[in-house]
């Protein structure tokens, strides 16, 4: 379930990327500049990511390199055998191409020398003869793009991108590097409109055949922005040989939209019909248009069957596009009750656990988030890896401060929340300044690593971002780690036994007040790998913790104090709700009805969701 | 005056008075088929208990049988699982919250002596005087003469004229005991709730309690909950065994004591 | 009476002289003597004072609630900004045709925000009398709806200061919207005069603090009659042992409401009073971090004795004034250190330190309590 920007982003070389980041980037640059890599796609997201991090080195090496052999470079071994099958059936295509052609006399002569010198109808057959190997695909474009230069001196052809004072040359078949040149030094390959066409042809027959299923998309994608009957009998042709699903459903779905042009009625009806399956934009701006009135208010589509049919497919789409967007509000809304609740379940220990009312809880999230910073800062160039190694930094540094805090300050202030509330407040404020003075007052920029930024289109009208896949998987993965240190582990049932009754472990000889300072540092430091997760969608500053602080509580709360799956289930729902809010209310009306709701909710219920029962709660 | 006005329909105006309440036929407290349980144990069950107006009763039984969670009922603090619990014929105390079923009539002595630390002694039983309690008239409040005598009756009652001017956190444990029942005194109660007045008294202490426990009775219906039997015995025309939240038996001491479910409770377990 | 009521009743004295001779004596140096004489107070230093004054007022309001009812508000800014806004809105209506949009009816923000005329809880506020009513009944009514939901429900202890600190947390956001109709972001300033008089000048600063100073002076003497009423002494009970207080008979929820309706009113007060001597109220007024500062103040000064928190409100900004133009970084370490010191080493504050230097032995439980 991979969608065809993601895979064609990663595999794009670094240098490249930052010009690719727009979703819309040129169809073209992208697929000149992943041609010579092969898919890796049919792998899944996981792998993907846990090779990018920790073999990334040895995936970027040949990328940026890209050199002499054109088709057998960029791949490692582990994808070889895969792409070895895949250049075996594009050489298969090419050969029944080739042998449906009739042989001609001066095909033996080198085509790029007749693509250089020759005439038009020379040129013509020249292309013909390239468009039969793939490998030739770049050259073929840089020749519609009027980008392919004849070098005079040396009487070769190059691509070449204009610079300040001229060209900057790359070999056509290799892409090796062919130094600068001014500009009278090259002369352009001219074309003319009879080549054009078959140049398209050839390219769009190239890439159609293209081993990487992520090229053959786009090629449809590019056809169907401009399609003629050419490029309708090159589609329809291919559509025989595809074997991926979404190329095929992409193709049907550019034959269907011609369809509804067509004389006879019952394709166009049967296109309707076919296409109220799809969700597809441009199928909605073609039904759309089909039920519209023109300016004297006369329906465009004479056809009244037809307009009724388009109708109901639009119907139809819209239904499916609501629920569309009622999945991404909820995906929205889990995700950021993913963030509440990364945020609440360190506190739900201290807190809830505990009973202790930590209010740097917030700032132990800052030091994570600052603890990535510096991570990152560290490993320049490993960004990823920085990211991950960051998770048990985040916790090693917040746990070990929160240790610092509990057997600093707050163990005198045992049984008096109202002043151990005051002095941890007093501690956030130190820690925030310490930042201020250490780092800056400054947001710092924490980098997102490459597998995490974009998102996932699954089709025109859902697609979900990657961060906050990641971040709801994330706050899962501390989540049922907690809960199995707290089932598991001797600490654990320590924890668990001193928060139920105190005076009994200690007679039972558990070091009380190592259980709570272990305690104490595994909620902060559960706030400091929450802190790594929040520098991944927010700004890292001094002030990060302080957003932060109310809403946690008001999770641990709502949840029902000393229930780590209230906190869960607090977290998710007020996260939804407000998402589902937003779009009524704005952004902040939305999160001051939510705390409005709070706060009259434990008006009514002070124990929250999920009250503990039971004398030991009376008290 | 929005405080004023908010406090009318819940405050004390609207409450019955203690003359009101309807002993004509007997008992002054009516509990009948009382059930509470906490997360699945039964702290009362189907408890049914009468007491008779000016009585002196005296409720004993193992822990856990029930005894704080039974004041707890009548007292508004916990509201049982099913049942009802009357103040004499017509007050349905399940609908009154603490402080309306205290001007009622109702008055409770804590396990733990519970007075205020910060206050007086002579502070401590200003706040208890039966007055008009709504905030308004609190902030207005002077002792009148009479009042004043009250005070001072009540505290040559508990014998601490001499510390009247002491903070109540400053008293022995024991005085603080007397503080406490002075405090109910200075409600007028009908219904006095006496738990375990005798926990860390001497034996002085203990006697002169018992003599002041029988001189209420008559004026109040007093439950007194205790655990030393010696005292109950000192006290005691009646008596009521609890266990496992119902009542096992009823009876004066003598009959209790011989009961062989009695023994069999706290003997055999 | 007692000893310690002597003592008490002697610090009380010299606490409201100081408080007097502040009030009477700064603006008469202001406005009497030239502006080289070594006597005169700049009107820097007059409107410094007036701030700090209106500081003590807020710490006062403060203190009844925290040191006597122990009811931790951790929200009290909210009624403080909201008081300072009423009073911020007569002003701006004040301002008439002298905007820089020149629209006699509305605000310039108003203008600047396409609006056509004025929102209808604008009403009354060109009036002075009705304005210093809502400056009372705004933050009261708040606090009495919000108050009467969480008392009633026995919200206690460390919930409710979080939900007090919540509650200011939402109005803040409610405030930084522009929507809200009270200047978002910026707040209401530019002010001209009041009551007809330039807003800018000495004398009206001069008489702003006098105005300050005796509100000061008949606050701390209302509040001390309050809490040496029986009422005063059902709260400190209620403070100490709730639910004895309400098998005594007492609905404790409405006591407590009574003092926190009361403190929300003369925060009010006190916000009303700093708006036209700093000239300016914004949103920021709100953040939960000038609440909790309301808080030190009071916890160093030593709560449940009031003119603990005068002592404290004047002591802390001071040494904020002080510091923030010294080391402005360091102002951060010495208020969170401050809470850590105040809380760990010295639970009764200034206060408490001074009486223990007068009688070594601690006899007071009575102001430290353990409200929890």
């Known amino acids: 379930m991979q969608s065809q920007r993601f895979r064609t982003r990663l595999k794009t070389p670094p240098g490249l990327r930052p010009a690719d980041r727009s979703p819309k980037n040129s169809l073209l640059s992208m697929m000149t500049t992943t041609s010579t890599q092969t898919g890796i796609e049919t792998r899944g997201v996981f792998k993907r990511l846990f090779e990018l991090v920790f073999l990334n080195t040895v995936r970027r090496e040949p990328v940026a390199g890209l050199s002499a052999q054109p088709g057998s470079n960029g791949t490692s071994a582990v994808d070889r055998s895969g792409w070895l099958i895949r250049i075996g059936l594009v050489l298969l295509i090419a050969a029944a191409a080739m042998a449906a052609r009739p042989v001609l006399a001066d095909e033996t002569g080198n085509p790029l020398d007749l693509l250089r010198q020759g005439s038009m109808s020379e040129r013509e057959q020249a292309v013909e003869q390239l468009a039969a190997d793939s490998a030739n695909l770049k050259l073929l474009q840089a020749l519609q793009d009027g980008k392919l230069f004849e070098l005079k001196a040396e009487a070769k052809l190059a691509i070449g991108l204009e610079t300040q004072t001229g060209y900057s040359l790359t070999d056509p078949i290799s ?30 027959q190239l890439q159609l055949n293209h081993a990487d299923p992520a090229v053959r998309l786009g090629a449809v994608q590019a056809m169907a922005k401009n399609v003629d009957d050419k490029a309708l009998a090159l589609l329809k042709d291919h559509l025989d040989h595809e074997a991926d699903a979404e190329i095929v459903a992409a193709i049907r779905s550019v034959l269907l939209l011609q369809d509804i042009n067509s004389p006879d009625k019952s394709q166009r009806v049967n296109a309707i019909t076919t296409l109220k399956e799809f969700d597809s934009q441009d199928a909605v701006n073609k039904l759309q248009a089909l039920t519209e009135k023109d300016a004297d208010g006369n329906f465009v589509e004479a056809d009244s069957d037809i307009r009724n049919l388009a109708e109901a497919a639009l119907i139809k789409i819209r239904g499916r596009m609501q629920a569309y967007a009622a999945i991404e509000t909820v995906f929205f809304g889990l995700s950021l009750g993913a963030v509440l609740v990364l945020a609440a379940i360190g506190l739900a220990i201290t807190f809830g656990v505990m009973g202790i009312i930590n209010m740097a809880h917030g700032e132990l999230m800052m030091l994570g988030a600052y603890t990535t910073y510096v991570m990152q800062q560290l490993l320049p160039n490993n960004l990823g890896t920085a990211l991950i190694l960051s998770i048990p930094m985040a916790f090693l540094v917040a746990a070990l401060v929160g240790i610092a805090i509990e057997r600093g300050i707050i163990r005198f202030l045992y049984g008096r929340p109202l002043e151990t509330l005051l002095a941890t407040f007093g501690v956030s404020l130190f820690l925030q300044q310490a930042v201020r003075s250490i780092f800056s007052p400054l947001n710092r920029s924490v980098a997102t690593p490459d597998w995490m930024s974009g998102s996932w289109q699954i089709n025109d009208f859902l697609s979900l971002t990657w961060n906050r896949f990641y971040i709801l998987i994330f706050c899962l993965l501390v989540f049922t780690a907690l809960l199995q240190i707290l089932k598991r582990t001797k600490l654990g049932l320590e924890v668990r036994a001193v928060a139920q009754n105190r005076g009994m472990a200690r007679a039972m000889g558990i070091p009380t007040s190592r259980v709570d300072a272990m305690t104490f540092g595994l909620g902060s430091g559960i706030a400091g790998v929450a802190g790594v997760a929040l520098s991944q969608i927010t700004n890292v500053g001094p002030n990060l913790g302080q957003a932060y602080i109310v809403d946690s509580f008001m999770v641990v709360v709502f949840g029902g104090v000393g229930n780590l799956f209230g906190t869960l289930v607090a977290g998710f729902s007020l996260g939804i709700a407000n998402k589902v809010l937003e779009p009524y209310a704005g952004a902040v009306l939305a999160k001051i009805l939510v705390l409005v709701f709070i706060i009259l909710f434990i008006q009514k219920k002070p124990r929250g969701l999920f009250p503990q029962k039971g004398r030991a709660a009376e008290s | 005056m929005m405080i004023s006005a908010a406090s009318t329909p819940e405050g004390g105006a609207s409450l019955p008075l203690t003359g009101e309440v309807d002993a004509r036929h007997g008992p002054i407290l009516y509990m009948e088929d009382v059930s509470v349980s906490f997360d699945g144990f039964r702290a009362l069950n189907h408890l049914s208990l009468y007491i008779d107006d000016g009585e002196l009763r005296c409720l004993i039984g193992p822990n856990g049988a029930g005894k704080t969670t039974l004041m707890d009922v009548i007292t508004g603090k916990t509201k049982p699982d099913s049942g009802s619990v009357f103040f004499g014929q017509t007050i349905d105390l399940l609908e009154l919250d603490e402080p309306a079923i205290a001007q009622a009539g109702i008055c409770r002595k804590f396990q733990k002596p519970s007075v205020f630390d910060a206050l007086t002694v002579f502070e401590n039983l200003e706040l208890a005087l039966k007055t008009d309690k709504r905030t308004w008239p609190t902030l207005f409040h002077k002792l009148n003469g009479e009042q004043r005598d009250r005070i001072h009756d009540v505290l040559q009652t508990i014998a601490l004229p001499a510390q009247q001017r002491q903070l109540a956190g400053a008293l022995s444990h024991g005085q603080k005991q007397w503080l406490e029942i002075g405090m109910l005194l200075m409600q007028d109660p009908k219904v006095m709730l006496v738990d375990e007045p005798i926990a860390g008294m001497t034996h002085q202490e203990v006697e002169r309690t018992a003599e002041l426990l029988l001189s209420l009775q008559g004026k109040h219906s007093i439950v007194v909950v205790e655990h030393d039997m010696e005292f109950v015995r000192s006290i005691a025309r009646k008596v009521t065994v609890l266990h496992e939240g119902s009542v096992l038996t009823e009876g004066t001491m003598d009959e209790v004591q011989n009961d062989p479910r009695v023994i069999q409770v706290y003997l055999g377990g | 009476m007692n000893l310690q009521n002597l003592t008490q009743d002697k610090t009380y004295a010299s606490v409201l002289l100081a408080l007097a001779s502040v009030t009477i004596l700064i603006p008469f140096c202001n406005l009497i003597f030239p502006e080289d004489s070594a006597l005169h107070f700049s009107a820097y230093s007059v409107s410094l004072i007036g701030k700090y004054l209106t500081f003590a007022l807020l710490g006062l309001s403060l203190d009844m609630v925290w040191g006597y009812a122990g009811i931790l508000v951790l929200g009290q800014g909210a009624f403080f900004a909201l008081g300072g806004y009423a009073m911020g809105m ?43 009513l809502m400056v009372l009944l705004a933050p009261g009514l708040l606090a009495f709806v919000f108050g009467w939901l969480a008392f009633r429900s026995r919200v206690t202890g460390v919930y409710l200061s979080i939900i007090t600190q919540a509650l200011t947390y939402a109005l803040l956001l409610a405030f930084f919207r522009n929507e809200m109709g009270f200047g978002g972001n910026n707040g209401l300033t530019d002010f001209k005069d009041i009551l007809g008089f330039n807003i800018q000048s000495e004398a009206v600063r001069s008489v702003l603090l006098l105005m300050t100073g005796l509100s000061l002076i008949g606050a701390l003497l209302l509040c001390r009659w309050i809490v040496n009423s029986k009422l005063g002494r059902v709260v400190t009970a209620i403070r100490d042992q709730e639910s004895r207080v309400r098998f005594l008979g007492y609905r404790v929820e409405l006591f407590k409401l009574w003092v926190f309706v009361f403190a929300a009113m ?49 002591l802390v900004n001071y040494a904020k004034t002080v510091l923030t133009g010294l080391m402005p970084d360091a102002w951060l370490f010495c208020l969170g250190g401050a809470f850590i010191l105040v809380t760990l080493l010295m639970p009764d504050g200034i206060v408490g330190l001074l009486r223990r230097r007068i009688k070594p032995k601690p006899t007071l439980n009575a102001t430290g309590g353990q409200p929890a």
Do not use: C
């Not at chain 3, 008439?96 to 809880?121: C, H, I, K, Q, S």
């Open chain 1, 175 to 204: 892409g090796a590097s062919l130094g600068e040149v001014e500009r009278g030094a090259v002369g352009k390959i001219n074309l003319n409109n009879k080549l054009r066409t078959l140049l398209r042809k050839a390219i769009g």
């Open chain 3, 90 to 132: 007569y002003l701006m209506r004040q301002i008439g045709t002298r905007g820089v949009y020149g629209n006699a009816e509305l605000p310039d923000f108003m203008v600047f925000l396409n609006w056509t005329e004025l929102p209808w809880y604008w009403y009354g506020f060109e009036n002075f009398g009705f304005s210093m």
């Open chain 3, 266 to 314: 003369l925060a009010g007060l006190a916000g009303a009073l700093y708006v036209p001597q700093v000239g300016i109220i914004n949103p920021s007024e709100f953040s939960p971090l000038n609440s909790l500062e309301i808080v030190i103040w009071v916890a160093v000064g030593g709560r449940g004795t009031l003119y603990g928190a005068i002592i404290g409100a004047v």
